[in-house]
């Protein structure tokens, strides 16, 4: 099983990105799937899931801005975030909600949103 994040980087506040997990060694089309962060000293939170059938999920810290959405024929997950503030700065990860705890985690892709 494994999980690789992309598409990280440094933009200016109320800019946009858009981040791509792949997945593989699991049957990801029957998956759901989620995407976390984590800012330093803070624990891991979710933001955003997706169901095998599409129906997505946000905290109410990122609903509105972000949107996530899957290819599964890519085994792909993505997370396109808009309108970025600085408290989303953080090291973005993907896993499977129902089983983060036997999927190893990804090395995660870093966000920084200067202000």
């Known amino acids: 099983v494994q999980l690789v994040e992309s598409g990280g980087g440094l933009v200016q506040a109320g800019g946009s990105l858009r981040l791509s997990c792949t997945a593989s060694g699991f049957m990801f089309n029957i998956n759901t799937m989620g995407w976390y962060r984590q800012a330093p000293g803070k624990q891991r939170e979710l933001v955003a899931t997706?169901?095998?059938?599409?129906?997505?999920n946000y905290a109410d810290s990122v609903k509105g801005r972000f949107t996530i959405s899957r290819d599964n024929a890519k085994n792909t997950v993505y997370l396109q975030m808009n309108n970025l503030k600085p408290e989303d700065a953080a090291v973005y990860y993907c896993?499977?909600?129902?089983?983060?705890?036997?999927?190893?985690w990804g090395q995660g892709t870093q966000v920084t949103v200067s202000s």
């Open positions: 896993n499977r909600p129902m089983y983060s705890n036997r999927t190893p």
């Open positions: 997706i169901t095998s059938g599409g129906t997505s």
